[in-house]
């Protein structure tokens, strides 16, 4: 567990607003970089195409034991266990407070359950709305489906593909909210957590990438929608209200 860091009383509110607001401009580039990839490039295509074996018709990964055993099965199951087992200390402090822990710690606890819970199923959720396909369901790679950005429309008569934002990449992503830890005292040290637990996520759905089940921009949302969930959680959970209801 990190170490706990000063309450942010400490820390007077712009300062804590100042440190917080590129988040927020980081935010709308990515997304509009991510919306343009997306639908002004061939990016997404020309890595699935380097996965894809013609010859055979097949993504060579798709059965490997690495991604679909352990990636898409093991480590997934584990990181379940590893936030249900958050969720649950995270309820416990709400009905029995740790008196050990201090005020950052317990807002940190409570967003990293919070993001759990939310991030996985914020991505599942919005799976359900979705038309785009996976590559493997594409006629380009040996499915039935036709390839559709996400800002056109879907031809008449083609089923929903339910696949963008990459679902399993979010399995990993909550992890994001370790971060939160290091907030608003060590920033550095808060991004450096950030970046690591976002590369994480980005390797677990690269793995799925390699199985021929997402494009690149699929993945890309499912970040940008984490960071978006584990950063507001902190804005309101780490605000002196937040702080206040959690005590």
């Known amino acids: 567990m990190p170490v706990p860091l000063p309450t942010s009383p400490d820390i007077p509110a712009k300062r804590r607003i100042a440190l ?16 343009w990839i997306g639908n002004n490039t061939d990016l997404d295509l020309a890595l699935a195409d380097a996965m894809f074996d013609r010859a055979h018709n097949v993504f060579p990964w798709q059965h490997a034991w690495l991604a679909e ?11 379940q266990v590893l936030g249900f087992a958050v969720v649950g200390v995270a309820s416990w402090d709400c009905f029995k407070p740790i008196r050990r822990w201090t005020a950052a710690r317990r807002t940190g606890m409570r967003v990293l359950a919070l993001s759990a819970l939310l991030v996985p199923a914020a991505i599942s959720l919005l799976k359900r709305f979705s038309d785009s396909h996976c590559p493997w369901d594409l006629q380009r790679y040996g499915g039935d489906e036709p390839y559709v950005r996400l800002l056109e429309m879907m031809p008449a008569g083609i089923p929903s593909g339910h696949c963008l934002p990459a679902g399993h990449a979010s399995s990993a992503l909550w992890l994001l909210a370790l971060a939160v830890f ?27 990438q390699l199985r021929g089940a997402h494009f690149l921009t699929h993945t890309l949302w499912s970040i940008w929608i984490a960071v978006l969930i584990v950063y507001l959680l902190y804005r309101i959970l780490g605000s002196r209200k937040g702080r206040a209801a959690l005590a």
């Not at 917080?20 to 919306?35: D, Q, T």
């Open 182 to 208: 290091w907030l608003p005292a060590r920033p550095r040290m808060a991004a450096a957590v950030g970046a690591l637990m976002l590369a994480f996520g980005f390797a677990v759905g690269w793995m799925q």
């Open 69 to 79: 055993r352990f990636n898409h099965e093991i480590l997934k199951t584990v990181l």
């Open 20 to 35: 917080l607001r590129p988040v927020e401009w980081a935010m709308l580039v990515a997304g509009l970089l991510i919306l």
